[in-house]
């Protein structure tokens, strides 16, 4: 079992950045994919970046790619996503989430069986 914690989010000007942290508890985190997912009001969730358990590869959506960037910190059961150059499309609710080993949908919601509880991202223009 996975409970995942989100914080960091905010009210940001354009342009701005923020930097979203999501704690994990468990002993076995390093076996973890992860990801966040974020969804905006009337739309569905929708796949921002991800990580693999096994080799830190990270995975964009083309809308934030060069933009944001997922790391995760084993010794601190925590994964981040550094959001730089915000948009006002880049409000939403953000999620962590967490699979694990992961698979090959990574960019899928139902590949994950754990989330978090959400933190708003608010980017006014």
């Known amino acids: 079992q996975v409970q995942l914690v989100e914080s960091g989010g905010g009210l940001v000007q354009a342009g701005g950045s923020l930097r979203l942290s999501c704690a994990a508890s468990g002993r076995t985190f390093t076996s973890y994919a992860m990801a966040w997912f974020r969804q905006a009001p009337g739309k569905e969730r929708e796949f921002v970046a991800g990580?693999?358990?096994?080799?830190?590869?990270?995975y964009y959506a083309d809308s934030v790619k060069g933009r944001f960037t997922m790391s995760r910190d084993n010794a601190k059961n925590t994964v981040y996503l550094q959001m730089n150059s915000l948009k006002p499309e880049d409000t939403a609710v953000y999620y962590c989430?967490?699979?694990?080993?992961?698979?090959?949908?990574?960019?899928?919601?139902?590949?994950?069986?754990?989330w978090g509880q959400g933190t708003q991202v608010t980017v006014s223009s």
């Open positions: 990580i693999t358990w096994s080799d830190s590869n990270t």
């Open positions: 989430a967490a699979d694990f080993f992961g698979g090959s949908d990574y960019d899928k919601t139902y590949e994950y069986h754990y």
